[in-house]
């Protein structure tokens, strides 16, 4: 009798303190989404519309957490949805820190599912420039008159003649923006983007036993030349090119939906929605390309040594309106986005030519303006501006790792008509009479002159990045 009053008491006072055995289902942290909660769930961000969160790219259940976690005995609580591992996305891990008052309350409650960051690198081909034959060689035995010219059989191409500047570069983008609404209507974005400098040079140096040229068109006696750095018995010296070119370019934007994120829209599709861009958009493409030879006199007496220099420097300065479209398509844990941007506007072209000389003979050493290339006649600073329209199509296809982080591969192509590039302005028409010294009288036309070339630039390629929603 004794033993069973003591266990009736022991069982009222169990339940009193809240303390009596619950069915295992009822403390199990993760249970399926009912499915009335899973038709009002939804992802946030950029992702609305995805009607259940945790499903996989062919479908799939989708699970939710307690808040805190059940204490022994005590009924299980359920307080919000999780995609995935319950350590990554809605586990203990995320919810310790979701238990902590944040600092900025309004702050957080203002660009939660609202605020997104994205990161790329970019593995990207880029359209060289083209250049004329800068520096040649001939064999040993070929008349002074013959070395170095283009046009003999004999002359061989060292550097130049091709493209410059031209191939595969990396380079990296970043981006992001925030909903402005609620209902994940409007937004202001922000992008940048840079590729890697771009290099192509050439170092030659001979005693004179090789044949180094400069080669150019004498437009006086109407036939190919060379200037001479290295020949037998006549001179010696090096010369050395440097080139490289740059892309960068940042924009700023509105995206405005064209159909409510995650409500059917016959225009969109009841999966898919369409927003429209309109921003401001900056541009800038620069290259140069430096010459320097040095030559030191080797029959002459007493010896001389020269020392030129030839530097070519161009920018693109593109400030324009943006308009375009940004459509993407869910598919379930997955997503497919196009977009199609134009930039109209401005393209402040930039062209800076100039050249040196210097002459040490004697102990004494003087300076002249000009090179072979660069002279006084087309030497000084250039600008001017021109219209230009520049599209670029972009696809990328992402997939949701958690409900806040996405992985995406994508491809862009950007095109970029009638810009000037550094190689392309060198005018191979010279008088030799312009050349340091300058001749006195000077006879013949002032050649070289300033081009304004133009051509076509394309830039294109794979870009691997990450989305981080807030």
Known sequence: MCCIVTNILLAALASCLGLAPQPAAAI????????????????GGLFSGVRQIGESLLGGPSYQIAAVPPQLNAPATIASPVVGSPIVQGGPVYNTFGGFDPMFPRLRSQIDTRLYLRGEYLLWDVSGMDSP??????PTGTAQSDAGVLGNGSTSVLFGGGELNGGTTGGFLFGGGLWITPQQSASIEAEFFQLSEENDRYRGSSGGDVILGRPYFDITNGNEDALLISYPNLVGGDVRVDSSSKLRSYLINARIALCSHGAGCTQCGERDHTDWIIGYRNLRLSDSLQITDSENSLASVPSASYTRSDSFRTKNQFQGLQLGFIHRILLHRAWLESTMRVALGNNEQTLDISGSTTRTQSGATDQFAGGLYAVRSNSGSFQRDEFMMMPELGLRFGYRLTDRLHASIGYSVLYLP?????????????????????????????RPQ????QSDYL?????FGAELHF
Do not use: K
Not at 28 to 43: I, L, W
Not at 424 to 432: M, T
Not at 450 to 453: I, P
């Open 28 to 43: 199990d942290p993760y249970q399926m989404v009912s499915p009335a909660y899973e038709s009002a769930a939804g992802s």
């Open 133 to 138: 034959v800068l520096v040649t060689t001939s």
């Open 418 to 446: 009638n810009v000037v590039r550094a190689s392309e302005q060198i005018d191979r028409d010279l008088n030799p009479g312009l050349i340091p010294v300058e001749a006195n009288p000077l006879t013949g036309a002032l």
């Open 450 to 453: 300033v081009l304004w070339v």
């Open 459 to 463: 830039a294109h390629g794979v870009h």
